[in-house]
């Protein structure tokens, strides 16, 4: 691509002849390193008619920052900066002083959160004990290269183009409607489903609808960190709820509470499965006191020992459950598509709202996840992570048996992750700073905990995006580290 002849300006207050002038603006971009070795200009026919001058000006000015070398000309091609031009000079700019008085300015803060570390360079390391990332051994490229160009066809021009605005692409809702809540045992209407742009983003909608700084909302501890930065920079009133090995108990509810938010299937961080007759309770308690439940149902997907419980949302015959989906963990966390599932008069203020911030999911990336999942790539995938998931928890298990690691939760139904415990006195944090340098990534698990003096020794180990064979090695350097 050349230069584009728009950069080109003459300056009203230069001076000389026109001719002067262009060949200034062109070294000037050429010592100012905007215009680059090797880079072709504009042809003299384009610049000549975007500056309004003749052609034979252009041409000579070319001419001559060719004889001092600044351009070199190849044939036809037209003219490019020259592999000898002068190097941009260096120079050290002005310091910057900044006169505002940020502590005052900021009306509000939403920094300092979780302090979740996800290295952009995870794939690098040889023992990548890390949660949500994706496997691109088990990613199927092909079929999704193939979707997202159908995507592009002129057939499909519309939902390629178009602005939503408020609505979603209904060959996606409808798949949704049809397939993914059915096997969750849920039913619901296209008015009554939303595409957000992940699972963290349908939880901000639903804490921004439901949420005043009147208003009380519980969530469990631990919990997923950014959820509680959410509920944090909602200034609700919030409780915390301890979790068992069952999950979040309903009687430590608080009844004044007016949002709960769950992970019932598949406790975050713990794993923990919630029992049908605590869900049946949990409901139970939220109709007596007129409270309503948001439920993360994430990793539902990954249930390869055994099929998931029932979701909370497919026992309520209330509406009073919010059902959080997301394709994240299942296709990849870059894809940002989620989905809000509640009552009409939910979704139609969440749609609202949702559109005054980026109005709708991007067209072409819910079109083309709409025929990876129609045309059956999506289940295949399932079918594919199932089997590597189950080989690589069999061997995790056995690896941490024999190091003598401790666990402190395992999904009952598959999931991606262990729930570990360490000795009372050992900082994870340190821990995972010192295998770092051993290229082993692991978690350390007090960003899940709300409070800042919450235990410390507790960490998660992820065998999503690790290779079966580096998982033993990698399990006996964390024993190691633990033991000495």
């Given amino acids: 691509m050349p230069i584009a002849p728009d950069t080109f300006f003459f300056d009203p207050r230069a001076e000389g002849t026109l001719q002067k002038q262009i060949q200034t603006m062109v070294a000037a971009g050429i010592l100012s390193g905007r215009f680059r070795p090797g880079e072709r200009l504009p042809s003299s026919r384009q610049l000549a008619k975007h500056l309004g001058v003749s052609r034979i000006t252009v041409t000579l000015a070319f001419t001559e920052l060719l004889a001092d070398d600044y351009l070199t000309a190849k044939g036809r091609s037209g003219y490019f900066v020259s592999e000898n031009a002068p190097q941009p000079h260096d120079f050290t700019p002005a310091p910057r002083i900044d006169k505002v008085d940020w502590t005052r300015a900021l009306g509000q803060r939403f920094s300092g959160g979780s302090g979740m570390?996800?290295?952009?360079?995870?794939?690098?390391?040889?023992?990548?004990?890390?949660?949500?990332?994706?496997?691109?051994?088990?990613?199927?490229?092909?079929?999704?290269?193939?979707?997202?160009?159908?995507?592009?066809?002129?057939?499909?021009?519309?939902?390629?183009?178009?602005?939503?605005?408020?609505?979603?692409?209904?060959?996606?809702?409808?798949?949704?409607?049809?397939?993914?809540?059915?096997?969750?045992?849920?039913?619901a209407e296209p008015n009554e489903i939303l595409i957000t742009m992940g699972a963290q983003n349908a939880l901000w909608l639903a804490a921004q609808v439901l949420l005043t700084q009147r208003r009380r909302a519980a969530f469990e501890d631990p919990c997923y960190p950014a959820l509680r930065d959410i509920l944090l920079q909602s200034r609700c009133n919030l409780q915390t709820i301890p979790v068992d090995c069952d999950g979040l108990v309903p009687e430590l509810v608080p009844p004044d509470t007016n949002v709960v938010f769950t992970t019932p299937s598949h406790q975050c961080p713990t794993t923990a499965t919630m029992p049908l007759a605590r869900r049946r309770a949990l409901l139970e308690?939220?109709?007596?006191?007129?409270?309503?439940?948001?439920?993360?149902?994430?990793?539902?997907?990954?249930?390869?020992?055994?099929?998931?419980?029932?979701?909370?949302?497919?026992?309520?015959?209330?509406?009073?459950?919010?059902?959080?989906?997301?394709?994240?963990?299942?296709?990849?966390?870059?894809?940002?598509?989620?989905?809000?599932?509640?009552?009409?008069?939910?979704?139609?203020?969440?749609?609202?709202?949702?559109?005054?911030?980026?109005?709708?999911?991007?067209?072409?990336?819910?079109?083309?996840?709409?025929?990876?999942?129609?045309?059956?790539?999506?289940?295949?995938?399932?079918?594919?992570?199932?089997?590597?998931?189950?080989?690589?928890?069999?061997?995790?298990?056995?690896?941490?048996?024999?190091?003598?690691?401790?666990?402190?939760?395992?999904?009952?139904?598959?999931?991606?992750?262990?729930?570990?415990?360490?000795?009372?006195?050992?900082?994870?944090?340190?821990?995972?700073?010192?295998?770092?340098?051993?290229?082993?990534?692991?978690?350390?698990?007090?960003?899940?905990?709300?409070?800042?003096?919450?235990?410390?020794?507790?960490?998660?180990?992820?065998?999503?995006?690790?290779?079966?064979?580096?998982?033993?090695?990698?399990?006996?350097?964390?024993?190691?580290?633990?033991?000495?």
């Fill in 285 to 484: 308690r939220a109709a007596a006191h007129d409270m309503l439940i948001v439920e993360d149902d994430y990793e539902f997907e990954m249930s390869f020992l055994k099929s998931p419980s029932p979701a909370l949302k497919s026992l309520d015959t209330d509406g009073r459950v919010i059902y959080v989906g997301s394709f994240s963990k299942s296709l990849f966390p870059g894809l940002r598509l989620g989905y809000l599932v509640g009552s009409a008069p939910f979704i139609r203020e969440a749609r609202a709202l949702r559109s005054t911030v980026l109005r709708h999911v991007p067209g072409h990336i819910q079109r083309t996840t709409a025929y990876f999942l129609s045309l059956g790539h999506y289940d295949a995938q399932l079918r594919r992570m199932d089997r590597a998931y189950h080989d690589r928890r069999r061997e995790m298990e056995s690896a941490i048996a024999e190091a003598g690691l401790t666990v402190a939760g395992r999904g009952s139904f598959g999931g991606s992750s262990l729930w570990m415990r360490a000795p009372d006195r050992v900082d994870m944090a340190e821990i995972a700073q010192t295998l770092r340098a051993e290229s082993v990534l692991i978690e350390p698990g007090h960003p899940f905990f709300a409070s800042p003096d919450g235990p410390r020794n507790f960490y998660r180990l992820a065998y999503s995006s690790i290779p079966t064979p580096q998982i033993r090695p990698g399990i006996l350097r964390i024993a190691r580290h633990l033991q000495s």
């Fill in 117 to 187: 570390i996800k290295p952009a360079d995870w794939q690098k390391y040889r023992f990548p004990f890390i949660y949500g990332q994706t496997d691109p051994t088990l990613f199927d490229h092909a079929n999704w290269r193939q979707c997202a160009v159908q995507a592009l066809g002129q057939r499909d021009f519309g939902a390629l183009t178009a602005d939503y605005y408020e609505s979603d692409d209904p060959k996606l809702v409808e798949f949704i409607a049809r397939h993914s809540l059915p096997r969750r045992g849920i039913l």
